[in-house]
């Protein structure tokens, strides 16, 4: 369960980026720019039928308009993943909380490799874009 300030956002688009995979942007429900986060940050996403799922986020960190997320869909899943694909749309309000970051680059190291699989690649994007 997150802590701290929560954030109320508007499913600005969701689209299809790969099979079982959807990608979600969400933008400050008041139009306000959104907190600013660091790259390997996460959200805790409130969802539909009270169940609260960590995203990482993988749009660039200096963008402050928008946060963008990608979901896989889990065969296994119970019931985070099939309710944002299924349940959650374009334009629906969500409770999101302020990025947290358990992931960071070391700003101190003098190079850095990413090395990635799967869904696993999401924080990795915003790491790159940084970098």
Known sequence: ???GPQLAVRVARKAVEADGICSVELVAADGAPLP??????HIDVHLPGGLT?????CNPPAETHRYLIAVLR???SRG???A??????EGDLLTISAPKNHFPLAPQAASHL???G???ITPLLCMAEHL
Not at 36 to 41: D, I, L
Not at 84 to 89: C, G
Request: charged letters at 15%; hydrophobic letters at 45%; glycine letters at 12%.
């Open 80 to 82: 985070g993943s099939s």
């Open 53 to 57: 799922r960590q995203y990482s986020l």
């Open 84 to 89: 944002m694909h299924d349940r959650v749309q």
């Open 36 to 41: 600013a986060f660091s790259a390997g940050a």
């Open 118 to 120: 799967g869904i696993g």
């Open 1 to 3: 369960m997150s802590r």
């Open 114 to 116: 990413l090395l990635a």
């Open 74 to 76: 889990d065969a296994a």
